[in-house]
């Protein structure tokens, strides 16, 4: 029952490089989130996806992009990396039926986190 | 525009002891759903408890209750009987039926249980 899955755990670039985060769930959840949580900032979130082939802007989108080909994947991607883009990245899905009744409906079901340092 | 405000940034509570943690929102819609999340040092975000804007009653789970108060948009968790595992950083969240299913969050309040 592996739930959210964030690859990778933990990840160092040098000012300029790309890279590619990346987010599966095995829940079946219509939604799929990135957030970045920093000190003091609590969790912003950076781009949701309300379904596959369908992404949207969240309150901090710039720096970033994203792509989700599969409804089991949702991939984060910086293009140039900044040192201001240094956090914990969060990964999330969730039902998308407000009414869904159950344990899980309308919980965010959160990946374990991943830590990205940019020098 | 949703926002969601902890004033707490830090709390301790003596084990055994009873704490709760503040948290207020601003919102225009009627219908909403809202969340603490607990965040331990091994930094998995776990839910500890829900509450729909729609029922009344405060929810509980366990050791964990709410007070939620609509008028006033306050939703403040109270935690009974502290234990050591309690401690950790926790998130206030709220989610919104319209504009995409947000979830909005909380700057969060640290809280230290002391022996």
């Known amino acids: 029952n592996a739930g959210v899955t964030q690859t990778p755990k933990f990840r160092v670039l040098k000012t300029g490089q790309s890279m590619t985060l990346l987010c599966a769930q095995d829940m079946n959840h219509e939604y799929m989130y990135w957030y970045r949580q920093d000190p003091g900032m609590g969790l912003r979130l950076i781009h949701y996806s309300v379904g596959e082939g369908t992404t949207a802007k969240g309150e901090v989108p710039d720096g970033y992009n994203v792509s989700r080909l599969k409804k089991q994947n949702f991939l984060l991607g910086l293009e140039s990396a900044a040192p201001s883009q240094t956090s914990v990245y969060f990964c999330?899905?969730?039902?998308?039926?407000?009414?869904?009744?159950?344990?899980?409906?309308?919980?965010?079901?959160f990946g374990a986190g991943s830590r990205l340092t940019v020098l | 525009a949703q926002t969601v405000t902890q004033s707490q940034p830090e709390m301790s509570v003596q084990e055994a002891e009873t704490v709760t943690l503040s948290c207020t929102y601003d919102t225009s819609e009627s219908d909403y759903y809202l969340f603490w999340y607990k965040q331990p040092p091994s930094r998995q975000m776990i839910l500890v408890i829900r509450?729909?804007?729609?029922?009344?009653q405060n929810a509980t789970e366990n050791r964990f209750s709410v007070n939620f108060q609509k008028a006033a948009k306050s939703f403040s968790l109270k935690i009974s009987d502290s234990q050591l595992g309690d401690a950790a950083m926790y998130f206030c969240a709220y989610r919104t039926r319209s504009t995409g299913n947000q979830f909005y969050f909380g700057t969060g309040t640290s809280l230290t249980v002391i022996p």
């Open positions: 999330a899905s969730s039902y998308s039926n407000p009414l869904s009744q159950g344990a899980g409906a309308n919980v965010l079901t």
């Open positions: 509450q729909e804007a729609y029922k009344q």
